[in-house]
């Protein structure tokens, strides 16, 4: 009989949350062992129901498990990189999900050949509809990162970038949910101020979302084309695009992605 791969968690906040949620909800979880630290110990308590072993340490994790998440902000880092560092060997594969952390930092906290992964979530994961980037280092394997990839995969979609696109690609698939629910609780707020009933125009917005992103993804159509669907000469949707160019809602956008960008390679410093 094959032996469970053994899968472990430093940090048990609301991403480590979701990936081992998503991960208890796949077929990939008959296949592994799952255990995890925080210092939190109700954030522990709340994995007991999907089967997770909880650790009194991060380097009890490390001495059980070879694949690694290190679920934590990059502001704890350093902290936790050096109460672990004597747990890591030549086979643990160390994945970060911390914006801004590259693979050498955590290579000279730990050891100089650590394999590490680096993946870039977000918490649609928790719903089993989330989008990954990952990016590998060096001396890590192809089979041992495409196992990690089949964690996210059974979760969402994941995406693999090279290393020096990690930063960049923040704001496209891990912050961009929070600028999409900005921009549907405005749409949201609309519509309650005209007088009609919140649920409504959330559940309506809500399944408008879900159905561009379809047509986005499987129309065969592009962006451009898929405006122009919806624009009719003279008409409302037309008036309203008007407003949204006006305001520059294009480069506000890019502004935005620009100012996560800085901030993930100030962290990385």
Same mark, same amino acid.
């Given at each position: 009989? #094959?032996?469970?791969?053994s899968?472990?968690?430093?940090?048990?906040?609301?991403? +480590?949350f979701?990936?081992?949620?998503?991960?208890?909800?796949c077929?990939?979880?008959?296949?592994?062992t799952?255990?995890?630290?925080?210092?939190?110990?109700?954030?522990?308590?709340?994995l007991?129901e999907?089967? $997770?072993?909880?650790?009194? /340490?991060g380097? &009890?994790v490390? =001495?059980?498990? =070879?694949y690694?998440f290190?679920?934590?902000?990059? @502001?704890?880092?350093?902290?936790?990189?050096? @109460?672990?560092?004597?747990? $890591?060997?030549?086979?643990?594969i160390?994945? /970060?999900?911390?914006?801004?952390?590259t *693979?050498?930092?955590?290579?000279? #906290?730990?050891?100089?050949?650590?394999?590490?992964?680096?993946?870039?979530?977000?918490?649609p994961?928790?719903l089993?509809?989330?989008? /990954?980037?990952? *990016?590998?280092a060096?001396?890590?394997t192809? &089979?041992?990162?495409?196992? $990690?990839?089949?964690?996210?995969?059974?979760c969402?979609?994941?995406?693999?970038?090279?290393?020096?696109?990690?930063?960049?690609?923040?704001?496209?698939? +891990?912050?961009s949910?929070?600028?999409?629910?900005?921009?549907?609780?405005?749409?949201?707020?609309?519509? $309650?101020?005209?007088?009609? *009933? @919140?649920?409504?125009?959330?559940s309506?917005? *809500? =399944?408008?979302l879900?159905?561009?992103?379809?047509?986005?993804?499987?129309?065969?159509? /592009?962006?451009?084309?898929?405006?122009?669907?919806?624009?009719?000469?003279?008409?409302?949707?037309?008036?309203?695009?008007?407003?949204?160019? #006006?305001?520059?809602?294009?480069?506000?956008?890019?502004q935005?992605?620009?100012?996560?960008?800085?901030?993930?390679?100030?962290?990385s410093?």
């Amino acid at each position: 009989m #094959k032996e469970k791969m053994s899968v472990g968690f430093i940090g048990a906040g609301n991403m +480590g949350f979701a990936i081992m949620k998503g991960i208890a909800g796949c077929e990939l979880s008959e296949h592994m062992t799952v255990s995890a630290f925080d210092p939190d110990q109700p954030k522990l308590e709340r994995l007991a129901e999907f089967g $997770v072993h909880a650790c009194a /340490s991060g380097l &009890e994790v490390l =001495q059980n498990c =070879q694949y690694v998440f290190l679920a934590i902000k990059p @502001q704890m880092f350093e902290d936790v990189l050096m @109460q672990i560092k004597d747990g $890591v060997t030549e086979k643990t594969i160390l994945v /970060s999900i911390a914006a801004g952390i590259t *693979a050498d930092y955590i290579k000279s #906290k730990t050891i100089p050949d650590a394999k590490v992964i680096l993946v870039m979530p977000n918490t649609p994961l928790l719903l089993g509809a989330g989008a /990954s980037a990952l *990016a590998k280092a060096e001396p890590t394997t192809e &089979e041992e990162f495409q196992t $990690v990839c089949s964690i996210f995969n059974a979760c969402g979609i994941s995406a693999q970038l090279p290393e020096n696109k990690m930063k960049e690609i923040i704001a496209i698939n +891990g912050s961009s949910p929070a600028f999409i629910y900005l921009f549907a609780k405005a749409f949201v707020d609309y519509a $309650v101020k005209e007088g009609i *009933a @919140q649920e409504t125009a959330l559940s309506l917005f *809500a =399944q408008s979302l879900i159905g561009s992103a379809k047509m986005l993804t499987d129309s065969g159509y /592009s962006i451009e084309e898929l405006i122009k669907m919806v624009s009719s000469p003279g008409g409302t949707t037309l008036a309203g695009l008007d407003e949204l160019y #006006k305001g520059g809602l294009e480069k506000t956008v890019d502004q935005a992605c620009e100012a996560c960008t800085k901030r993930a390679y100030e962290l990385s410093k």
